[in-house]
Nanobody
Framework: QVQLVESGGGLVQAGGSLRLSCAASGSIFSINAMGWYRQAPGKQRELVAVIRSSGSTNYADSVKGRFTISRDNAKNTVYLQMNSLKPEDTAVYYC?????????WGQGTQVTVSS
């Protein structure tokens, strides 16, 4: 089992920044990748960014150049730095850990960007 706890969401004006954190615990020794997904009302959950055990990263086109995913292995924590936020970034953001082809999810954290 892997437990994920997100933090750092909130309300911010357009153009502002937020940093999300995701702390992992439990059986984390063989996590293949960790990522951030988001789900806006009435929309499907979508991948925002992923960082693999190799350190390689991928981003959704809509956030490239604005968001940065990183990790602190000593703290078992993954971060999502979000800059130049837009109202369309408003969503619940979920942390995800992929281990042995199984996805573990956090409880989600709300990000609201006002115009």
């Amino acid at each position: 089992q892997v437990q994920l706890v997100e933090s750092g969401g909130g309300l911010v004006q357009a153009g502002g920044s937020l940093r999300l954190s995701c702390a992992a615990s439990g059986s984390i020794f063989s996590i293949n990748a960790m990522g951030w997904y988001r789900q806006a009302p009435g929309k499907q959950r979508e991948l925002v960014a992923v960082i693999r055990s190799s350190g390689s990263t991928n981003y959704a086109d809509s956030v490239k150049g604005r968001f940065t995913i990183s990790r602190d292995n000593a703290k078992n924590t993954v971060y999502l730095q979000m800059n130049s936020l837009k109202p369309e970034d408003t969503a619940v953001y979920y942390c995800d850990a992929l281990r042995d082809e199984y996805h573990y999810w956090g409880q989600g954290t709300q990000v609201t960007v006002s115009s």
